[in-house]
């Protein structure tokens, strides 16, 4: 909703509406698209510009006839494409001026001018305005001074005036959408703030960590079978264990099972358990994990290792509470909330006759897809300190600190382990770095050390890894980042040196910088 308090006081508005009325001899007002006058008009300190305008503002009904009038004004405002029009007001050859004010087509209201009338008026045209605003309860002597003083305008000023009350309304339009833009900003930095960098175990600020942290609060106190899907090394066993103990249930067992750890046989026993004599060796009885996790929750790891015929075994379960222990007769009955994760791809699977169906749709009540390393780039800076400290105190080390370029080398390498590589990377560093206070790049690992910022299409400091199928436009603007990045790396990251090396302006490559996603220090800072 428009601030009108704060449109009424803009400056360059009251100067507009101070120039107007000096030239054209009209008043100036803000009306919202319900009618409602927003302006000081019917104050009683206000200065009229018009004196016909002021005698009728003392009129009985003067403030109800403008309603009308406005309201008129308002009406035709909506049904048409016009941004401003002049147009006769209940006074007979006497005119008012109306301009749209709008924001991304929706209609907010008018900006008026009134009143006026043309230079071709007559002597009885103007003796019918007389009579009309006498009718209205005015005197007389005002009759006659407000219709004498009437400004008479030529078509020219006021097309003119037309114009002028059209760049009053833009300017309402402009105010308004950026008031509006900072409030949304304003709101989206609370958000922020409200941010969380840590859910349970997993750390993460960058915009894909936080939609997860938002997923997996709504869905932790349900009961939904939940799938995560991710590349190995990515944190899936936190996820679950984050939505376990931020369930109703994180007072019970969690257990986790990696699924292509076993054969078929086995992981029938381990799951389901069997009873004593069912095989060779069976000496006893044995819980399974389903048994074992009842009334908490299983983590099954690598679903999509599972064979057919135990993907049979477990959807009876997922579906029915049971399942039958291996050389047992008598079904059991569970209460286990099922967690699945994977890396492989169970859609392809499922076409090619690898994966059952009704199982995916089962396990896939709420999908968690966690992000591989190189794709929330602002989150390595966070999980090598929150790495590194751990391991300095674990070690009982003062907290070491980060070199710049050891940073950098960081940031360009792709994490092919994803987290878990990266955690293993800083465990090493610690170590091989012993006593020294700052982490060079002559403590990382080669493969890191060395530079691996692999440009667009993979070359390696050439252009033969651009892609040369596919359109020009996405060629060119392969070339185009690979010849900023490099340039960025040999120019330091000066954007200046380099834009006059490109032969373009600083602003462009600062725009293309950006597109390309290629600001290091920006996602140094995560921002």
């Known amino acids: 909703m428009i601030d009108w308090k704060t449109i009424k006081d803009l400056h360059a508005n009251k100067k507009l509406e101070e120039i107007i009325g000096k030239w054209f001899g009209v008043d100036i007002f803000y009306a919202d698209r319900h ?19 002021k005698i009728q503002s003392h009129l009985p009904h003067g403030k109800d006839l403008l309603i009308q009038d406005i309201e008129k004004g308002l009406e035709k405002l909506n049904d048409t494409n016009e941004q401003s029009f002049y147009y006769d007001s209940f006074f007979p050859h006497v005119r008012m001026i109306a301009a749209k004010i709008e924001s991304e087509g929706e209609f907010l209201g008018a900006v008026f001018a009134y009143p006026y009338v ?37 078509v020219h000023e006021y097309e003119y005036l037309k114009e002028l009350i059209g760049i009053v309304a833009h300017e ?20 922020e703030l409200g941010n969380k960098y840590r859910y349970h175990n997993i750390v993460g600020k960058s915009k894909k960590m936080q939609e ?12 939904a079978t939940i799938l995560i899907q991710g590349e190995n090394g990515t944190g899936k066993e936190m996820v679950a264990k984050a939505i376990h103990f931020n369930s109703s249930r994180k007072d019970s067992v969690f257990v986790a099972v990696n699924c292509s750890a076993f054969n078929d046989n086995l992981l029938d026993s381990e799951l389901f358990g069997h009873v004593k004599g069912a095989f060779t060796g069976a000496v006893k009885d044995k819980k399974g994990f389903f048994e074992v996790s009842n009334g908490g929750t299983l983590f099954l790891d690598e679903i999509g290792d599972m064979s057919l015929s135990m993907q049979v075994k477990l959807l009876r379960v997922l579906q029915e509470g049971t399942f039958l222990p291996v050389g047992a007769t008598q079904p059991k009955k569970v209460n286990v909330r099922v967690l699945a994760a994977t890396n492989r791809p169970l859609k392809e699977m499922i076409t090619k006759g690898e994966f059952r169906e009704d199982l995916y749709y089962r396990i896939n009540v709420i999908n968690v897809t966690i992000p591989p ?20 105190a674990e070690m009982g080390y003062p907290l070491k600190q980060w070199g710049k370029k050891t940073l950098e080398k960081m940031i360009d390498y792709k994490w092919p382990g994803n987290v878990r590589e990266l955690q293993n990377e800083v465990e090493r560093v610690v170590v091989l770095a012993g006593d020294a206070k700052m982490i060079t790049p002559d403590d990382l690992s080669s493969n890191i050390s060395q530079d691996n910022s692999a440009p667009v299409g993979g070359a390696t400091g050439n252009l ?26 040999r120019c330091n990251f000066n954007k200046s040196r380099l834009s006059k090396e490109l032969g373009i302006s600083r602003a462009s ?19």
């Open 35 to 53: 009618g409602n006058i927003h302006s000081s008009i019917f104050d009683k300190d206000y200065q009229f510009v018009s004196h016909f305008f």
């Open 509 to 527: 490559l600062i725009m293309k910088v950006d597109k390309y996603d290629l600001d290091k220090r920006k996602k140094v800072a995560g921002e």
């Open 172 to 191: 309402v339009s402009s105010v308004y959408e950026e008031v509006n833009k900072r409030e949304a900003r304003i709101l989206d930095l609370n958000a």
């Open 118 to 154: 043309t230079d071709q008026i007559t002597t009885s045209e103007l003796k019918e305005i007389e009579s009309r605003i006498i009718e209205c309860g005015a005197s007389d002597e005002d009759a006659g001074s407000s219709c004498k003083n009437l400004k008479k305008l030529k």
């Open 212 to 223: 997860i942290y938002h997923l997996l609060t709504k869905v932790s106190n349900s009961e």
């Open 464 to 489: 033969r890894g651009i892609n040369a199928k596919g359109t020009l436009r996405k060629a060119l603007e392969e070339v185009e980042s690979f010849m900023i990045n490099e340039g960025l790396k």
């Open 373 to 392: 390393l190189r794709e929330r780039i602002e989150d390595i800076s966070l999980l090598m300190d929150v790495f590194l400290e751990k391991k300095c």
